[in-house]
């Protein structure tokens, strides 16, 4: 090892960077990693283009990432102790919360109420530097070991895979229930396989494009936006009642009001997608269909829940890698993101 890394830095928005940077030392109950693989996430997408401005990051510069996986090179005091040793493969989520506010004791630390507050908590990519590097340093309450048959690449997929799961879960999915999820991107993908494991019966993607085709590829039903109103789809699909629940992945105004439009009566959407803008919501059917609308934010403790599923392949994580580029070309990377055209689901980056 090295003393000096290679590392992502963003200088100010859209003007990114490849620095020499010291390599960080672990300290209590940390673990230092050679990372293997990152995935390019829409949250970096917009943090990089400075869509949350003085919150994701606080400040710029900033190393971004917090998709990754790769393995322990070094142990901080009390890792040991812990489990770890050098050599462990791992897949790492980005949530360091405190462990002792009132929600991280409920175990649901994704919720922190000291999020954000210097030495109690620490995103990893959002508002602390992220893990686009040859090394990072993760606390190991983030950290997660890797199965032998699940690939770094495939293991850089599993934190997306958890917040699926978790939105699958805040909907409350039972079994037999018939599931529309809007918005065919990865985390719609992964959450169609998501709903599937809760026991959906029936999963209808809402999307365009070759990423509806894909959806379908992977056994959901699809109804393309372009053909028509898909909340009318929707329905036809279902005999007129509409989904029991619908998962948002898209995170766009319309989507939301799609989704709220194509729920049963009594029925539960949840949404993971962040728009960048408010949304107009007309509340009527809210009221009277007793709808609910659940926000639901990254995972709480899916990552150990979801890797079996990975393992066994019924979260189909390597169907959705497009593409593979070096640290070094991270920019060509994020502009094939960026763009529809380029077929891109998951890119995948090795440092």
Known sequence: MTDTMQALVVLKPNVLQIQEKPVPRPGPNEVLARVRSTSICGTDAHLINGDYPDFWPPAFPFTPGHEWAGDIVELGPGAGELGWKVGDRVAGTSHNACGVCQKCVEGRYNLCENYGKPGLHAQYGHNHQGVDATYAVHNVKCIFRLPDPVSYDEGAIIDPASIALHVARRGGIEPG?????????????????????????????????????????????????????????????????????????????????????????????????????????????????ELELVGSRASAGEMRRVIPFVADGRMQVGELITHRFPLAEYEKALATFNDRGSGAMKIIVNP
Do not use: H, N
């Open 177 to 289: 229930d018939t599931v529309a999820i809007t918005g065919a991107g990865a985390i719609g993908m992964l959450a169609a396989d998501a709903a599937r494991i809760c026991g959906a019966a029936r999963v209808i993607v809402v999307g365009r494009g070759y990423r509806l085709q894909k959806a379908g590829a992977l056994g959901s039903e699809t109804v393309d936006t372009v053909a028509g109103d898909p909340v009318a789809a929707v329905r036809e699909l279902t005999g007129g009642f509409g989904a029991d629940v619908v998962l948002e992945c898209a995170g766009v105004p319309q989507t939301l009001t799609w989704a709220l439009a194509m729920l049963r009566k009594g029925g539960r959407c949840a949404m993971v997608g962040i728009p960048t803008e408010d949304v107009l919501l007309a509340c009527k059917s809210l009221v009277l269909d």
